[in-house]
């Protein structure tokens, strides 16, 4: 709440984007060790990991790090990408099978501002932050409340 400025918004960030998305590696860790031979004592020597950790990785007790991950792929000799493909042979690049219209950031002077843009949030408090977000939320609203109420029904 912002009484003080005469809005309402969310209290923080977090209730602004609730994304739920929880990856499962510790199948596929558990698939890969099992196929190089190694147990758990072995991963725990070559990567520096506990064996307790390891075992709450492989029974997704535990979401691990990208670069505890990096660690694992390391010592299994696998890329990374495995724990994200679930295919037998190695994934063709997307990019380059795709026709991909140009979107905003492709250019340099583009990364450029997105860059300059990003410095800028991150010198924000969580209080001004929050408050952006609020407020291109609204608009956003707002402008998919004129178009659909016009003859067209697109959202901005």
């Not at 001004?128 to 109420?149: E, H």
């Amino acid at each position: 709440m912002f009484p003080e400025r005469g809005l309402q918004a969310p209290r923080d960030i977090q209730s602004c984007v609730r994304i739920s998305f929880r990856m499962k590696f510790g199948r596929k860790l558990r698939k890969f060790r099992v196929a190089r031979k190694l147990t758990q004592a072995d991963i725990e020597a070559r990567t520096g990991l506990k064996r307790s950790y390891t075992s709450r990785v492989e029974n997704d007790l535990t979401a691990p790090t990208v670069e505890t991950l990096e660690r694992y792929c390391h010592v299994l000799e696998i890329p990374l990408y495995r724990l994200f493909y679930d295919g037998d042979e190695p994934a063709k690049n997307p990019i380059r099978s795709l026709n991909v219209e140009p979107c905003f950031g492709m250019t340099k002077k583009e990364r450029k501002e997105m860059r300059a843009f990003a410095a800028l949030l991150s010198k924000m408090n969580d209080f001004d932050r929050s408050l952006l977000v609020w407020i291109a939320q609204y608009l956003r609203d707002a402008m998919t409340f004129k178009i659909n109420n016009g003859s067209t029904s697109v959202r901005v």
